[in-house]
């Protein structure tokens, strides 16, 4: 299972670092991935990482802005996001496929997500 945690209520051009912590084994073929839900919206693709090779992969919306990264000795995942925006309020939520992917149906162990709030 995992666990997300971090979000808050920031003014625009604030920043927030989310954390999404495992409680069981990743291996180095998984890949963590991090999406969000805005209010009324699908849920969508944000940032993804190889656990082994540790590549990164955004979303173009947040590129530059937000950066994945993980500590393999807490089983742990980050995003740090700069530079907030009204529209990256979401509930942000933490996955974990057995592959690259950018679909969220090939995500699973989905926690309780953690809100992030950006006012203009």
């Known amino acids: 299972q995992l666990q997300a945690s971090g979000g808050g209520s920031v003014q625009a051009g604030g920043s927030l670092r989310l954390s999404c912590s495992a409680s069981?084994?990743?291996?180095?073929?998984?890949?963590m991935g991090w999406f969000r839900q805005p209010p009324g919206k699908e849920r969508e693709f944000v940032a993804a990482?190889?656990?082994?090779?540790?590549?990164?992969y955004y979303t173009d919306s947040v590129k530059g802005r937000f950066t994945i990264s993980k500590d393999s000795a807490k089983n742990t995942v980050y995003l740090q996001m700069n530079s907030l925006r009204p529209e990256d309020t979401a509930v942000y939520y933490c996955?974990?496929?057995?592959?690259?992917?950018?679909?969220?149906?090939?995500?699973?162990?989905w926690g309780q997500g953690t809100k992030v709030t950006v006012s203009s």
């Open positions: 996955g974990m496929a057995n592959g690259l992917s950018y679909a969220e149906r090939e995500y699973r162990n």
């Open positions: 990482i190889r656990w082994g090779r540790a590549s990164t």
């Open positions: 069981g084994r990743i291996f180095s073929s998984h890949v």
